[in-house]
């Protein structure tokens, strides 16, 4: 173990798999799955950019 004390960074993996798997879904609801898994990266790696930029701000990295 490292004697730092620093912020553990936050994993934002999991935002981009649901949002994938959600848009898959609602995609299939509306007879249009691809337009849904593109649907789903976009917000998933918006989602996830979002998380990154915060967790470096907070860990001053």
Sequence with gaps: MS???EPAP????VLLA?????GTTIGMFW????????G???VGAVAAL???LR???RTGR
Excluded at 18 to 22: R, V
């Design 55 to 57: 967790d470096r701000k």
């Design 40 to 42: 789903g990266v976009a």
């Design 50 to 52: 979002l998380f990154w």
């Design 10 to 13: 936050a994993a934002a993996g």
């Design 3 to 5: 004697d730092r004390n």
């Design 31 to 38: 007879g249009e799955p691809s337009a849904g898994v593109v």
């Design 18 to 22: 649901i949002a994938i798997l959600a």
